[in-house]
């Protein structure tokens, strides 16, 4: 059962245009959402969060948008830069279970082209 | 300040072998949590470690098994290895849980054959 759905594998953007990212989730219990970065053989590094209490925030190039009604974020990246090139995975938490887990979606390829 | 480390990068084994991946946490850092990626998914979590002792788990089977210790280091631990269990192991330390200032590791790329 997929609570959190990233459902473009990939996406492919021009050098200076925007860059929008979305994910979709399931699971009501959700309360805090983030994004992370990762590039090949390193770790995923924390991009930018958002609370279920706000619907959007931003941090220079980077903003997330988030949806409760819809259970959809997205995360716009403008302007798009070579250097974000990366797999992008957006991840959720809700105190249940036990522990600050993070649940994450299957990631979305992007290539900012030149 | 050190950043997470892991150890080994890679790993071979094969099915039925037991295996213990370590991780060491940046300075500063209580928390410990786990997690497995497959090929072509997302990052899952298995458990965490707060102050050596587990504090929430996934749904992952009791063959995978952890320790925390007093300088906030860990090991996972898999038994009975399946090879489904070929995987990226990842580790993430933080202060506390807090999921911002969480940072991984680079992994663990185990594969059992």
């Known amino acids: 059962d997929q609570q959190v759905k990233q459902n473009s594998p990939s996406l492919s953007v021009q050098e200076g245009r925007i860059s929008i990212l979305n994910c979709d989730y399931t699971n009501s219990m959700f309360d805090y959402f983030l994004w992370y970065k990762k590039y090949p053989a390193e770790g995923p590094t924390f991009l930018i969060s958002i609370s279920s209490i706000k619907d959007k925030n931003e941090d220079g190039r980077f903003t997330v948008f988030l949806n409760k009604s819809a259970k959809h974020l997205s995360l716009h990246i403008v302007p798009s830069q070579p250097g974000d090139s990366a797999v992008y995975f957006c991840?959720?938490?809700?105190?249940?279970?036990?522990?600050?887990?993070?649940?994450f979606g299957t990631g979305t390829q992007l290539k900012v082209e030149l | 300040e050190t950043g997470v480390t892991q150890s080994p990068t890679h790993l071979i084994k094969t099915r039925g072998q037991q295996v213990t991946l370590r991780c060491s946490s940046q300075s500063g850092h209580n928390t410990v949590s786990w997690y497995q990626q497959a090929l072509g998914q997302g990052p899952q979590f298995i458990f965490q470690y707060y102050r050596e002792e587990e504090n929430g788990r996934g749904n992952f089977p009791p063959r995978f098994s952890g320790l925390q210790f007093p300088n906030y280091s860990s090991e996972l631990n898999v038994n009975a290895l399946e090879l489904d269990d070929s995987a990226l192991y990842l580790c993430a330390s933080s202060f506390s849980g807090a999921l911002e200032t969480q940072y991984f590791g680079p992994g663990t790329r185990l594969l059992v054959l």
């Open positions: 991840a959720a938490s809700g105190l249940t279970g036990g522990g600050n887990k993070l649940t």
